[in-house]
């Protein structure tokens, strides 16, 4: 049975949000990641149901854009029924775990030993549909629960700095789930993610519940791509297509194991791919517009969607961000964003360009896209003769 369609502001499975150009879906793949053939599968739904629009968010999702009032269930259902997402909207909404690139063997699989159970109980019926949990052997990464460390898990709440170790790591991570549920539910209003409620509650407090109590941290071992014979690529921007995605189905059968796990920052990794095909996947992988060197200019663009996708704009600002690209300074960040919002980075960036019109942009040194203008109502043009000038 299909579930009424709910729009949101953030987009889900079951409650697609609006956008200028139709509806936008997230599929959240699974721990163990997608098979070449679901990438496939998931391209021809988007074709058949959306506009062959994809993004890749920075927290490792899909986003189908362009779907409409009338086949957006239909889209839902299609993914569900290939055993892509939860069956349960409930429980899809609840099942958000984001794994880095250094995981391995145990922390995935206790990884996905947590899904199964947020996925049957029944009790989180009241968690934040944003509320998430993070698996690192070491990345930096940021969740309300973050679990870190291959060989002896640590667990350590937002907004806290306390590190804490459990015999059994999944039932403590279980219980400061329920316990979130718990103190919120008694609060009003009550708190959206695990910071705000240590805010209110001190961690010691929530741990205590819990049985778990703070743990001195030796730095543990990190497992480097190479261990697990993956092959790592991002995705500029985050901007994909149909074709794309059938490009990194045919990558991953061609060079290695035909599985792709999505990591956070837009990145994927295409498993079991043996030393001597790594040059020629990795030519293959840039030909298609992936970035391969942890040196291209392109990995330091943050940028929107734009015109094409949100009425707030009339800049095509992946289009102008791309352009100016080859013109970064040094190692600085830059941030190209449609309006003072900022969607794409909510952050300070070294330079910042902030729409104002088709071709027209502020910019703003060291600032977000709300900040106060250093140069007002630049041309693209002008804009890349400014970065010129850095770049000398």
Same mark, same amino acid.
């Given at each position: 049975m299909t579930a009424p369609l709910v729009r949101g502001w953030c987009p889900s499975l079951y409650e697609p949000m609006a956008s200028a150009d139709g509806l936008i879906a997230r599929i959240k793949p699974f721990v163990q990641g997608l098979s070449a053939d679901?990438?496939?599968?998931i391209a021809d739904l988007a074709d058949l149901y959306g506009s062959g629009a994809i993004d890749l968010t920075s927290r490792a999702n899909l986003q189908v854009r362009g779907l409409t009032e009338a086949n957006a269930?239909?889209?839902?259902k299609a993914v569900a029924a290939a055993g892509l997402a939860s069956q349960d909207p409930a429980a899809e909404r609840r099942r958000n775990i984001m794994a880095t690139g250094d995981c391995g063997p145990r922390l995935l699989a206790l990884a996905h030993e947590l899904e199964a159970w947020l996925q049957r109980a029944s009790a989180l019926g009241s968690l934040p549909s944003k509320f998430g949990f993070a698996f690192t052997a070491g990345q930096p990464v940021d969740a309300d629960i973050v679990v870190s460390g291959e060989d002896a898990p640590v667990i350590r709440l937002a907004g806290s700095p306390i590190d804490t170790r459990a015999p059994d790591a999944l039932t403590a991570l279980q219980t400061l789930t329920l316990g979130f549920v718990n103190y919120a539910g008694r609060m009003?209003?009550?708190?959206?993610r695990m910071k705000a409620l240590v805010e209110r509650v001190s961690a010691h407090t929530l741990l205590a519940q819990a049985g778990l109590t703070e743990t001195a941290v030796r730095s543990s071992a990190r497992y480097g791509r190479e261990v697990f014979e993956g092959f790592?690529?991002?995705?500029v921007l985050g901007a994909l297509d149909t074709a794309s995605l059938r490009a990194i189905a045919d990558l991953a059968d061609q060079y290695g194991d035909g599985r792709v796990r999505l990591l956070p920052d837009r990145r994927l990794r295409i498993g079991k791919v043996a030393p001597h095909v790594r040059a020629a996947l990795s030519q293959a992988a840039a030909q298609a517009g992936f970035a391969v060197d942890a040196g291209d200019p392109r990995l330091r663009l943050r940028a929107c969607v734009g015109r094409q996708g949100c009425a707030r704009t009339a800049a095509d600002v992946r289009t102008d961000a791309l352009a100016l /690209?080859? @013109?970064l300074p040094g190692r600085a960040i830059l941030h190209v964003s449609?309006?003072?919002?900022?969607?794409?980075?909510?952050?300070? /960036?070294? @330079?910042?360009?902030a729409a104002t019109g088709a071709d027209r942009y502020d910019l703003i040194l060291d600032g977000a896209p709300g900040d106060p203008a250093t140069y007002r109502d630049l041309t693209l043009a002008q804009a890349a003769q400014y970065l010129q000038a850095k770049h000398r």
């Amino acid at each position: 049975m299909t579930a009424p369609l709910v729009r949101g502001w953030c987009p889900s499975l079951y409650e697609p949000m609006a956008s200028a150009d139709g509806l936008i879906a997230r599929i959240k793949p699974f721990v163990q990641g997608l098979s070449a053939d679901e990438l496939r599968l998931i391209a021809d739904l988007a074709d058949l149901y959306g506009s062959g629009a994809i993004d890749l968010t920075s927290r490792a999702n899909l986003q189908v854009r362009g779907l409409t009032e009338a086949n957006a269930p239909r889209f839902a259902k299609a993914v569900a029924a290939a055993g892509l997402a939860s069956q349960d909207p409930a429980a899809e909404r609840r099942r958000n775990i984001m794994a880095t690139g250094d995981c391995g063997p145990r922390l995935l699989a206790l990884a996905h030993e947590l899904e199964a159970w947020l996925q049957r109980a029944s009790a989180l019926g009241s968690l934040p549909s944003k509320f998430g949990f993070a698996f690192t052997a070491g990345q930096p990464v940021d969740a309300d629960i973050v679990v870190s460390g291959e060989d002896a898990p640590v667990i350590r709440l937002a907004g806290s700095p306390i590190d804490t170790r459990a015999p059994d790591a999944l039932t403590a991570l279980q219980t400061l789930t329920l316990g979130f549920v718990n103190y919120a539910g008694r609060m009003s209003p009550p708190p959206r993610r695990m910071k705000a409620l240590v805010e209110r509650v001190s961690a010691h407090t929530l741990l205590a519940q819990a049985g778990l109590t703070e743990t001195a941290v030796r730095s543990s071992a990190r497992y480097g791509r190479e261990v697990f014979e993956g092959f790592d690529m991002s995705v500029v921007l985050g901007a994909l297509d149909t074709a794309s995605l059938r490009a990194i189905a045919d990558l991953a059968d061609q060079y290695g194991d035909g599985r792709v796990r999505l990591l956070p920052d837009r990145r994927l990794r295409i498993g079991k791919v043996a030393p001597h095909v790594r040059a020629a996947l990795s030519q293959a992988a840039a030909q298609a517009g992936f970035a391969v060197d942890a040196g291209d200019p392109r990995l330091r663009l943050r940028a929107c969607v734009g015109r094409q996708g949100c009425a707030r704009t009339a800049a095509d600002v992946r289009t102008d961000a791309l352009a100016l /690209a080859p @013109l970064l300074p040094g190692r600085a960040i830059l941030h190209v964003s449609g309006c003072a919002k900022g969607c794409a980075h909510p952050r300070a /960036a070294e @330079l910042t360009l902030a729409a104002t019109g088709a071709d027209r942009y502020d910019l703003i040194l060291d600032g977000a896209p709300g900040d106060p203008a250093t140069y007002r109502d630049l041309t693209l043009a002008q804009a890349a003769q400014y970065l010129q000038a850095k770049h000398r």
